[in-house]
């Protein structure tokens, strides 16, 4: 069976520090990566997205994709309360119209 | 990001009544839109697939007579909870893809639904 694992949290971090997450899925031939912020009695908000192997980053968060090693990671620098929400991973298995199948999430803490 | 509305937000009814959400693509046209419910800090479960013009795609253990579909136009998906019980209270968030987004959902708002 198909499968996006996270550690479930929740995670914590002082104020300003590298919040670190972590995600492995199982389908190899994977396409394509995402990394979906929610809070609380909220949706889920798009904040990375990331095809190729490396690194990408916009503002303080950063994606890694390692498909050898089937691991998708984000780093959330100088975290703030405000990013204290569920992170769910996300992987898009094939082409098309197919849906998202999604990690459990991790929930992280930032502590001020 | 391209945008979906959701609407109703949050619904309160009483059991046995039905409750319909509608999911619109604001500025973009989806041929395929995803229901969603999540529980209280559970996870987001995939209900079905909606697909435009044609009959959704349901998950194992949906009911589709509960939960009927509709995906009428290319903007536009409607979700109708029948007859409404209380173990059917919970938050049911729509997403959609963009075409040339490469593969990218953007969600809905969510409706929370109480059933009393």
């Known amino acids: 069976q198909k499968e996006v694992e996270q550690n479930s949290g929740p995670l914590s971090v002082p104020e300003g520090a590298i919040a670190s997450l972590n995600c492995t899925y199982s389908d190899r031939g994977s396409q394509s990566f995402f990394w979906y912020r929610q809070y609380s009695g909220k949706s889920p908000e798009l904040i990375m997205f990331?095809?190729?192997?490396g690194d990408k980053e916009d503002g303080r968060f950063t994606a890694q994709l390692n498909k050898a090693s089937q691991y998708v990671s984000l780093l959330i620098r100088d975290s703030q309360p405000s990013d204290s929400a569920t992170y769910l991973c996300?992987?898009?298995?094939?082409?098309?119209?197919?849906?998202?199948?999604f990690g459990k999430g991790t929930r992280l803490s930032v502590i001020a | 990001g391209a945008v979906v509305s959701q609407h109703p937000s949050w619904v309160i009814c009483k059991s046995g009544t039905s409750v319909k959400i509608e999911c619109r693509s604001l500025?973009?046209?989806?041929?395929?839109m995803f229901w969603y419910r999540q529980f209280p800090k559970q996870s987001l479960m995939l209900m079905a697939t909606s697909n435009e013009g044609s009959k959704a795609t349901y998950e194992q253990g949906v009911e589709k007579d509960k939960f009927l579909i509709n995906h009428a136009s290319l903007t536009l998906s409607t979700l109708t909870v029948t007859s409404a019980h209380p173990e059917d209270s919970s938050f049911y968030i729509c997403?959609?893809?963009?075409?040339?987004?490469?593969?990218?959902?953007?969600f809905g708002s969510g409706t929370q639904l109480s059933v009393l």
């Open positions: 990331i095809y190729s192997n």
């Open positions: 997403s959609a893809r963009a075409s040339g987004t490469n593969e990218k959902l953007f």
């Open positions: 500025d973009f046209q989806a041929t395929t």
């Open positions: 996300a992987v898009n298995e094939s082409p098309g119209n197919t849906p998202l199948v």
